[in-house]
DNA sequence: TTCTAGTGTAATATATACATTACATCAGTG
DNA sequence: CACTGATGTAATGTATATATTACACTAGAA
């Protein structure tokens, strides 16, 4: 689940606290997603999506595998 | 957790069975999804992005809600 | 050097996404 | 009418997203 959560928090000057706040879930949680190692809801999506101003396809698009 | 899922299965000419099978879940999740009474993950967003052919922001984007 | 802000991550607990099984309704169609 | 495909949904179980607590490391500032 890689994704560009961390280039949009730094661009939009947040730290990961700050961030986890804002999307009220705690920090460990921001980090996980960072790292991809978490496969988040819809829901935490879009709360990370209106909390550093981009889309869903912006920060979470990824292109379809061609087996 | 509303969204454009239900149009965009019909648009694609596919049952919820179908559906359903391509991402890789249950008839059931798909209703209930389509229903909005799921807050699905990404990687299913996503399964069901490239089932019909749609992006995130298509299929689940909502207007953030202003206080 | 010491202190702090920012970050990574482990262990355990809780909430919830999703599966499984089952049964129901409705619209066609024979 | 009976039959089938498509859909809605309830009850219960399992997997996993997220919380909680805690500890570690690094970079920069005092």
Same mark, same amino acid.
């Given at each position: ?5 961390? %280039? ?5 000057? /947040? +730290? !990961?606290? !700050?961030?986890? @706040?804002? +999307?009220?879930?705690?920090? !460990?949680?921001? %980090?996980?997603? @960072? =790292?991809?190692? #978490?496969?988040? +809801?819809? =829901? ?5 999506? #209106?909390?550093?101003? =981009? %889309? /869903?396809? @912006? ?7 061609? %087996?």
């Amino acid at each position: 689940m890689m994704n560009h959560v961390k %280039s949009a928090r730094i661009e939009a000057g /947040l +730290t !990961q606290l !700050q961030l986890a @706040e804002n +999307t009220g879930v705690t920090r !460990q949680t921001i %980090s996980l997603i @960072e =790292k991809g190692k #978490y496969n988040p +809801t819809l =829901k935490l999506c879009l709360a990370i999506c #209106y909390a550093v101003g =981009k %889309s /869903l396809d @912006e920060l979470f698009w990824i292109e379809e595998e061609k %087996s």
